[in-house]
């Protein structure tokens, strides 16, 4: 079930719900328990088995950083614009909303339609600027892996609640 799915992105409750069920078919299937009094969660704790939705989310960093790194043939899009610094104190950052995790992060891109502002640059945009000091700036795509790999779960702007079809 492993692939490059940095790409794929789904948004609504009901699309992401669909692939978090493929997923548990299979826990039921690798552990050979299909009884409807068995924890189906408890199968996927046991198999150390992060939610597909974790999964994308930390894949599309990882090929965020190799983007913005140039460790792949894809040129940084115009789409990838730094933020300026701030010369404000740390006080105004938080309660003027300009408060930075780390120092490369990158303008938020807007959308009117709920396709585009899920696709792959404007929401992994939203989660490259959430990652501590720590985790962006490592100088290694090998580093970056494993201090990200310490994080808890990677959140993207809250799903739609729209229908499937």
Known sequence: MIYDISGIIPYTD?????????QRRA???????????????NMLTDLKWDTLQHKRNAAGISMFYKIKNHLVNIH???LLRPTR???RSQNDNLNNNYSRSHNQQFIQLH???STYLHSFYPA?????????????????FERFQATMG????FKRTPPSTSSCF
């Open 150 to 153: 310490g994080l808890g779960s």
């Open 111 to 113: 959308a009117k339609k």
């Open 27 to 41: 826990a039921c299937f690798v552990k050979h328990d299909y009884s409807r009094h068995s924890s189906v969660t």
């Open 14 to 22: 009901c699309l992401i719900n669909q692939l978090e069920m493929v």
């Open 85 to 87: 610094n701030s010369t």
């Open 124 to 140: 992994t945009i939203v989660l490259w600027n959430k990652l501590p000091q720590a985790v962006a700036s490592q100088p290694t």
């Open 76 to 78: 940084p899009s115009h």
